[in-house]
């Protein structure tokens, strides 16, 4: 299966670049990969690369922005405008993390993201993202789905942040669960959980009383 939908003409060698690009990427990192490298895994000749894409940071640059248009072609048939928070939430989440089960390649791509690559890259995926992403729980808040306590952006990174946890962190939750003699739930089971961390509660947490100073 195609590591992203050709974005060029067919037979266009920019496809098999950007295939190569992306998977080569996604194992090394941007420092850890060359031109060379990716030449030699589309199998073409390194001028080819320089001619399309200029340099190393150009091609990071266009790889990266595929992947963010893949990913929102996605999910935009779930950031439904209209339908109710109770529907359109739950669903983006599920296809959310769907899309990172079925695009690993992508997945780990995004990580070197978080830890290294040209400046201003991720900046610009943020903002089309979150641009995107908040005002739907915003709406979720505006229609009593989704609590209202902390910021609607806030909301959804800590719902974000703990999808991504569970997808490439396996190892740290099975152990953890297994302290208490509990099994990996399933994703739809652990959706579940990190939905009902975001959404109001039927009841006010309890207080914990601050100790009184002593006399």
Known sequence: MPVLR???PPADARNAIMEAAITQFAERGF?????RDIAQRAGVSQGLLHH???NKEGLWRTAGRHLSDDFMAYVAGVL???APAAEAI?????????YWREHPEAFRF???RLLEGPAGERELRSEMLNTRSVP????GQAEGFIRDDIPAGLTLIIAGALV???LHSRIEIRDALAVTGDELPSDDVFLKVVLDLVRPRATPPRRVKKAGRKR
């Open 136 to 139: 739907l729980m915003q709406r």
């Open 164 to 166: 991504q946890f569970w």
């Open 6 to 8: 050709p974005v060029y």
């Open 31 to 35: 420092h850890g990969t060359t031109m």
């Open 110 to 112: 995004n990580l070197w």
């Open 52 to 54: 399309h894409f200029g």
């Open 80 to 82: 439904k405008p209209h």
């Open 90 to 98: 739950p669903d983006a989440m599920r296809t959310y993390l769907r």
